[in-house]
């Protein structure tokens, strides 16, 4: 297992800088890897049940041969309907060995996350909200005892006659 302590910053990077933005990457890349040791070998909807934890939700929705990308969740009943939150789409870059927040839901139903900024302008900004975001919550759910446990996909063969 790879320990995201072990990765140093650029000289240079500052938080909230590029350079530490990949960083922060590399690090979502780690920790995912605690949940979900091999991106590449799962399909469809996996769900963690832990005690203590809501059951967090794992659903492929792309995958190329360099990326994969999933949308991980937890669901709540609301009176009206089942809302998702958070709900983060995650690409991860195999070749690259990075994970990156890529969209978080633009509706949340915790105040705390509910100043979540999605506004246009900033990117940058917003990338590193979003994924010490990530960050944070794939420590918590490591701590919280949360794996995905799947079987694997079958690899496809070419059979040469």
Known sequence: ???????????????????????????????????????????????????????????????????TTVRMTYFFEDDIERVADPDLKIR????????????????HRHDVLKNFDTRPGGELSRRWARNVMLNKWLEYCSEKGHRFVSSPVPEVREVVT
């Open 92 to 107: 991860i870059y195999h070749d690259a060995l990075l994970a990156e927040a890529m969209e978080c839901t633009r509706r």
């Open 1 to 67: 297992m790879i320990a995201d302590s072990l990765l140093r910053l650029p000289r240079a990077a500052r938080p909230g800088s590029f350079a530490a933005l990949m960083s922060l990457y590399e690090s979502n890349y780690v920790r995912l890897g605690w949940l979900l040791p091999d991106p590449r070998r799962f399909s469809g909807h996996l769900i963690s049940r832990v005690p203590d934890d809501l059951p967090l939700h794992l659903q492929l929705l792309d995958r190329s041969r360099y990326t």
